[in-house]
């Protein structure tokens, strides 16, 4: 069975701490991303990898950045977190890139920046 | 820019009723249109799938139709059970890459027994 799995399901951090969120799929897919999802907006594209060391911009790259180190893991990095970054951020990965590759999502992590 | 519209943040029905989810797009350039489901504290599964060279897809109770000159497509469950009580999400890619998919603001479907 497809797991990816986030590693915090709750997360409270003050303004200006810098802000791990990491991400492990367990199904050797080439591609994870991660997104974040607002009322009333939908899921928006942060960054996605496509490769080891490989990172791409999404919509809404701004005041994040990511690292994958290994294939299995892809982090989330708020450098500096601001009250506007609170928001629930998903995880997922697909084997390929079309369109017609599923995504898999992680159960995400509700952040809170006071 | 919201592509993706899901105008509707609920809907009510009865068990064993019609649901019909509702979205509408504006990016001529999609092809691939899509729908997850989402439970509390679980993260969206895929749910079904259509591409722009059909009209119809159906799989079991689920049924989703595309109509490309309205920009419309929609997700109809037949019939309804309360386990299908989750968020729907639409969304929708070009063909070739899925990191350009946009989705929905979702619609919270409470089917009620």
């Known amino acids: 069975d497809v797991k990816v799995t986030q590693s915090s399901r709750y997360l409270v951090k003050r303004t200006g701490e810098k802000v791990f969120l990491e991400c492990v799929q367990d199904?050797?897919?080439?591609?994870m991303f991660w997104y974040r999802q607002d009322p009333g907006l939908g899921l928006r594209l942060i960054y996605f990898?496509?490769?080891?060391?490989?990172?791409e911009k999404g919509d809404i790259p701004e005041g994040y950045s990511v690292s994958r180190e290994k294939k299995e893991r892809f982090s989330l990095i708020l450098e500096s977190a601001s009250t506007n970054q609170t928001s629930m951020y998903l995880c997922?990965?697909?084997?390929?890139?079309?369109?017609?590759?599923?995504?898999?999502f992680g159960p995400g992590t509700r952040l809170t920046v006071l | 820019d919201q592509q993706v519209k899901q105008n509707s943040p609920s809907l009510s029905v009865q068990e064993g009723r019609i649901s019909i989810l509702n979205c509408d797009y504006t990016?001529?350039?999609?092809?691939?249109f899509l729908w997850y489901k989402k439970y509390p504290a679980e993260g969206p599964t895929f749910l079904i799938s259509?591409?722009?060279?059909?009209d119809k897809n159906e799989d079991g109770r689920f049924t989703v139709f595309l109509n490309k000159s309205a920009k419309h497509l929609s997700l109809h469950i037949v019939p309804s059970q309360p386990g299908d009580s989750a968020v729907y999400f639409c969304?929708?890619?070009?063909?070739?890459?899925?990191?350009?998919?946009?989705f929905g603001a979702g619609t919270r479907l409470t089917v009620k027994p």
């Open positions: 997922a990965s697909s084997l390929w890139r079309t369109s017609t590759d599923t995504q898999y």
């Open positions: 199904m050797d897919h080439e591609n």
């Open positions: 990898s496509y490769d080891v060391k490989m990172k």
């Open positions: 990016n001529s350039m999609f092809d691939y």
């Open positions: 259509i591409s722009s060279i059909k």
């Open positions: 969304a929708a890619s070009g063909f070739y890459n899925n990191n350009d998919m946009r």
